[in-house]
């Protein structure tokens, strides 16, 4: 009889934990539904982004992006919007670029003609390259942000499918690592000006300055680093801050 019963309990527990297990899936499945109609609405919402065959998969919080757009830029930006997704957890971008018949004069001219449209740029003019589809970036600029931002802009221009960055930051070595980092931390620790990550720590070595931390999104943790290398002196910065 006590046998008999065990084994009912057991087929109980069975029964109950199997339940457990399908509603949890199908709780999990729902939220994937959820985040998957955030990405397309978002996506097809962004003038700036044209996608082809769009694709998306969502599985437990990751985004599975395909199909084909203009440049990488335009995978890059997909990214960012993706990452600022409530929700999401990853994103696995497999947008592939369109072939261009865009010779590579045209190219040079048009990543020229952008960087020149900023002032910044005008004034310390940086030099373009371009092998096939492969855009190179040389000369100086006078922030770390400023070689980020031209770098975007030579990745947005319709059939590039590579910036290669060798901009160097004229500031390098201007200030020293302790004034970097108390303003980098003032910055992302201040709720007025940003203050979303959580457990924050900032080292800096000659230029470098290396975060680490925990992000609610992909979008916090980025703009923490963009929000970095607008700081004067900073050169680079490594990104070790993780979701959570």
Do not use: C, Y
């Not at 065959?53 to 084909?68: A, M, N, R, Y």
């Amino acid at each position: 009889m006590n046998a008999r019963r065990r084994l009912r309990g057991a087929w109980a527990l069975t029964v109950l934990l199997t339940i457990g297990t399908l509603g949890a899936a199908r709780a999990d499945s729902g939220e994937d539904d959820r985040i998957r109609q955030r990405v397309e609405a978002r996506l097809v919402g962004q003038v700036n982004v044209h996608i082809e065959s769009f694709g998306i998969q969502v599985q437990e919080g990751i985004v599975h992006l395909t199909g084909f757009v203009d440049s990488v830029g335009e995978k890059n930006r997909a990214d960012r919007v993706v990452g600022g997704i409530v929700g999401v957890r990853g994103i696995r971008n497999d947008l592939q670029i369109r072939a261009s018949d865009q010779s590579e004069l045209s190219i040079t001219q048009e990543v020229s003609r952008r960087l020149d449209s900023r002032t910044r740029f005008r004034k310390t003019p940086v030099q373009v390259t371009v092998s096939g589809t492969e855009v190179t970036l040389s000369g100086a600029v006078e922030r770390a942000l400023d070689r980020l931002d031209a770098e975007e802009i030579a990745a947005e221009v319709p059939g590039v499918t590579k910036v290669i960055n060798s901009l160097q930051v004229r500031s390098e070595g201007s200030v020293t690592p302790e004034v970097i980092r108390s303003r980098v931390t003032s910055i992302l620790t201040n709720p007025l000006t940003f203050g979303v990550i959580r457990n924050l720590q900032v080292a800096v070595e000659q230029g470098t300055v290396t975060l680490s931390g925990t992000a609610a999104r992909e979008s916090d943790r980025l703009q923490a680093e963009r929000l970095t290398l607008g700081v004067p002196g900073v050169v680079g910065v490594i990104n070790l801050i993780t979701l959570g």
